[in-house]
């Protein structure tokens, strides 16, 4: 921790109310070098609400090669040791996998989706590298859930990440249903910043990724955030995709179901907002979770060649 000027305090010792971020919501306004797949209606949509949604972006064919090779990666007794490998505190089942695009050749050319990237290189005005990947589990009858926060406040406070321009691609790579413990986001909430109360411990995250209990933010602002925008749990097929902004507040609740739910992750983050130190935290966390060495521009890869020119797909 610094005494440096810090746009967004957080992990603070006393109660800070809630402020207005400092930053665009699309950072491509007025950059044609930027201008992307995304029509002004959708711009539009991601600066109100903070989330993007596109059922069935991708076929289940397309999709189901990566859940087999997923269930390749959980007989590899090695990586299952690792520390990028995160266990349910309740059930003892795989709850992440960090480091995904890192893993597997695969997942990495997923990173690359010319329909993908060129999106986010829309919403963030720039090139981008992966800040963090991973697969969420929630395993049937026992996956537990995630509390609200705000992906930023994390990684601002325990990544160093100055601003926020960053945008997290979540692939369905099973149905995603009301049953099965959907993402849950608070429309509009990324306008607004909640500061949270409590000073980051050493190596927090080894407990943050079981159970989070720091970086939550208080009650009374997340009701007040959910009364004016609601709440929705986008639900569909998978390969659909969802598209949300850093600092949307987000959580989702434990699987009640007999059917899995997979979710991958993948974090951009504009080459023009790398890593500090941290703002509010003892020391840096490990490079699967904030990347500070493999930060090199992406370039595209057509993994889907018959899709190419046919735009985004679905929209809600």
């Known amino acids: 921790m610094t005494d440096r000027y810090d746009p967004y305090p957080t992990r603070l010792k006393e109660y800070h109310p809630p402020f207005l971020r400092r930053d665009p919501v699309v950072h491509s306004r007025n950059q044609r070098r930027w201008e992307g797949p995304l029509d002004e209606v959708a711009l539009s949509r991601y600066e109100r609400d903070g989330f993007l949604w ?17 269930k390749e990666m959980a007989q590899d007794e090695e990586l299952m040791r690792s520390e990028q490998v995160i266990l349910d505190p309740n059930s003892g089942a795989i709850r992440s996998v960090f480091g995904m695009h890192e893993i597997s050749e695969n997942f990495d ?34 996956g537990s859930g995630f509390d609200w926060h705000s992906d930023f406040e994390t990684w601002h406070s325990e990544d160093g990440m100055p601003r926020m321009r960053a945008v997290s691609a979540s692939l369905m790579l099973t149905d995603n249903n009301e049953f099965n413990g959907p993402l849950m986001l608070i429309p509009g909430s990324h306008i607004e910043f909640v500061p949270c109360v409590g000073e980051t411990p050493e190596m927090n995250w080894k407990d943050s990724l079981k159970a989070q209990r720091l970086g939550v933010p208080d009650r009374d602002a997340l009701a007040r955030l959910a009364d004016r925008g609601g709440i929705q749990a986008p639900k569909g097929p998978a390969g659909s995709l969802l598209l949300f902004e850093c600092n949307t507040l987000h959580a989702s609740n434990e699987n009640m179901s007999p059917w899995p739910r997979s ?21 840096r966390r490990p490079e699967f979770l904030g990347a500070r060495r493999n930060v090199e521009p992406l370039t595209m890869h057509d993994d889907f060649p018959e899709l190419a020119g046919q735009g985004v797909g679905p929209l809600r």
């Open 109 to 142: 050319k997923l990173t690359r989706d010319l329909r993908i990237l060129g999106m986010v290189r829309q919403l963030l005005g720039s090139e981008v590298y992966i800040h963090q990947s991973r697969i969420n589990d929630k395993f049937g009858f026992q």
């Open 54 to 70: 596109f059922e069935g972006f991708f076929s289940h064919d397309r999709i189901t090669p990566f859940l087999e090779e997923l």
């Open 263 to 283: 979710n991958l992750f993948f974090v951009y983050n504009s080459v023009d907002n790398a890593l500090e130190e941290p703002y509010a935290a003892p020391s």
